[in-house]
């Protein structure tokens, strides 16, 4: 284990204060997913800048795993939908049934109460059942006939996705991949992590996620969030990350460009990489490196590769100094 359960609301007045919680999940998720250290450090950008994860890789390289660890560290409710064809809105925002012993309607809450939500294989659902969750991931709500109810301010879902080309896998609509703050690929690991991760599993569980503690609570988590948005941005840096998205708008093979509500998304991970690397402020180099994560996914048109354009643009904008 790495932490006991914390207790209290951690407060975090600066960048210092914050390093200790995240080299500490940064290890831990480390010897949970050998030989990714990059995709941990997007992961936890993702988390900080208070985003949603979409996973879109193959089956067996440890996306439900990663994401039961993530949801073990940050403690609180951890709730999971396993996406079929036959999955309905209510089972994901739950319902209201009639208690006919206290002659009134009863409200059952659905697995989206929770402070971390993992929706394996999302695109497996109906277009009707994913759409259930556009309200819960934009504003951290649901509305059940016609009554409004809040979810965990630090609300954050993780979904995975096979490839569109698998059997019985519906495309996920652009309304749904906007509100993603990340698309994330594990790959295969190398030769001699496969090697580690085939002895890790002889007569030892020491790294797998029931070993994994909480060092965050829902409340400290949601305090975290706060601080990462107080990262400095200068005016320079606003003004390029504008630049770069109507870059992106206006390349011929662009169909779908990024919206306003995807450079907010951008610039909020810019500010949690800073942070995960000890500044307070951001750098366009900042922008640069979450660029490719953050971007594709929000964008569509005619090409099949969304890393390529985003690249592109980046380096046909004028950089800051």
């Known amino acids: 284990m790495i932490a006991s359960q914390p207790s209290g609301v951690t407060q975090f007045q600066n960048v210092s204060s914050v390093m200790p919680i995240v080299e500490s999940m940064r290890v831990s998720l480390n010897q949970l997913i050998l030989g990714k250290p990059q995709v941990i450090e997007l992961v936890l950008a993702c988390l900080l800048a208070r985003g949603h994860l979409l996973f879109d890789d193959l089956p067996g390289l440890g996306k439900t795993t990663l994401a039961k660890g993530l949801a073990a560290q940050v403690g609180g409710r951890f709730g999971r939908i396993q996406c079929t064809p036959d999955l309905l809105p209510s089972d994901v925002t739950g319902f209201n049934i009639f ?92 030769r001699a992590v496969e090697v580690d991760l085939l002895a890790a599993q002889i007569g030892s569980a020491a790294h797998s996620v029931e070993s994994i503690a909480a060092v965050l609570t829902p409340e400290s988590l949601d305090r975290l969030q706060q601080f990462v948005e107080s990262i400095h941005v200068a005016e320079s840096v606003r003004e390029y990350l504008v630049d770069l998205g109507r870059g992106i708008r206006a390349h011929p093979m662009v169909r779908l460009g990024v919206s306003p509500r995807g450079l907010i998304l951008w610039q909020r991970v810019a500010q949690a990489w800073a942070c995960l690397h000890g500044r307070d402020f951001v750098t366009p180099d900042d922008v640069q490196a979450v660029a490719v994560p953050t971007v594709p996914v929000r964008i569509t048109g005619d090409f099949d590769d969304g890393d390529v354009i985003v690249q592109e643009v980046i380096e046909q904008t004028k950089v800051p100094v």
């Open 99 to 190: 208690n006919q012993r206290e002659h009134e309607f009863q409200f059952m809450p659905g697995p989206v109460f929770a402070d971390v939500l993992l929706a394996d294989e999302i695109n497996r659902a109906t277009p009707r059942a994913q759409s259930a969750l556009f309200e819960a991931m934009a504003e951290r709500q649901v509305t059940i006939d016609g009554q409004s109810r809040r979810l965990s301010p630090s609300f954050f879902v993780i979904a995975t996705q096979n490839p569109v080309e698998s059997h019985g896998a519906y495309p996920l609509p652009e309304a749904q991949l906007d509100r993603f703050a990340m698309r994330l690929k594990i790959g295969y690991p190398d």
